[in-house]
Each structure stands twice: as C-alpha cells, then as structure tokens.
C-alpha cells in the first residue's frame, strides 16, 4: 500500500479550468481534476480554487453540481484498489464548511467515509477519507462535494505542504 495518484496545486493561479496529476503509478493512466457545472474558478495561487459552492448542505451541493472531480483509470490489463485519499484544503473566511467523498462506483449516492468539518478559519486543513474501495478494473470517479457559509466564499484543494490530494492504495 501507498500513493498511486497525487496532486500538487503549487504554481497554480487558480482559474484553472483543469490541473493534471503530478505522480501517478504507471500502470495507470494520467488524472485529471475538473470542477462540476455549477462552480466557478476563482483565482488563487497555489491550489484548485472555486466560488459558487451551494449553501446549507452536502445535498445542496450533489443537486448543485458544486464538486471537483478526478477519475482514476487503471491500464489495460490492471486493477486498483483505494484505502484513503488525503485531502489539503484552503477556504476562504466565508468559503466551505463541510466536505464529503463520493463515487461513481455507486452513482455518487453514498460519502466514503463521514463528512469532514472545515474549521472557521483560512489556514490550510488535511482531510483523510478512509474506506476500502477493491479490485477496480475499470475507470472510477471520485468526487468532493462542498458547501460554503456564503455564495461569494471560495475554497478548494490545495495550498498546502507538498502533495494537495494524496491517493492511497495498490496497483
């Protein structure tokens, strides 16, 4: 067990549409990080930044399309299997209070582990979603739903000491 994805915002502007991985094991293709319809990039170096997030709820956000997203596929011929993700993420003092992991595996119904609280402050926070997900053969999507205090608060991966997203897992 260990990384076999990773993500580091350092150098980012912000308003990125999209970021690449910057590791990933090699029997697995290159990820990508993107964010769902209803966000909005916001500018802020060094990590994967947004606005627009929903108000209230995780539920707000599913219904909202407010979640940044990134696919892990294995190559042909391999499988992978996921023990946690590590998440380092930056708000703003009005931006994200709660975060949950969900999946494709199940349509994005179910979180992956209990929702994560962020602190009322602007400091960097980690995260670790820890959940048993096996022998995946086919591509998965993984998904970070967020809510924030106020429509104009931003928040997003990043920001942090080296790696912003951290796979955990075997190829």
């Known amino acids: 067990w260990g990384q076999i994805l990773t993500f580091d915002f350092a150098g980012l502007a912000g308003g990125e549409t999209t970021a690449n991985s910057n590791s990933n094991n090699a029997n697995l293709t290159s990820s990508v990080i993107s964010r769902g319809a209803g966000l909005i990039a916001t500018a802020n170096g060094d990590r994967f930044n947004s606005n627009n997030w929903a108000l209230t709820s995780i539920a707000n956000a599913v219904s909202g ?93 990043g920001d942090g000491t080296g790696n912003d997203i951290v796979v955990n897992g075997t190829v």
């Open 65 to 157: 399309n407010n979640y940044v997203e990134f696919t892990i596929t294995p190559n042909s011929g391999y499988q992978f299997s996921v023990s946690s993700i590590v998440v380092q993420w930056q708000r703003s003092s009005t931006g994200n209070t709660e975060i949950a992991l969900r999946s494709s595996v199940d349509g994005y119904t179910t979180n992956l582990d209990a929702l994560k609280s962020v602190v009322d402050n602007t400091s960097t926070q980690t995260f670790t979603f820890t959940f048993t997900q096996t022998n995946s053969t086919t591509a998965v999507t993984y998904r970070l739903y967020s809510y924030a205090e106020a429509a104009a608060g931003t928040g997003g991966p």
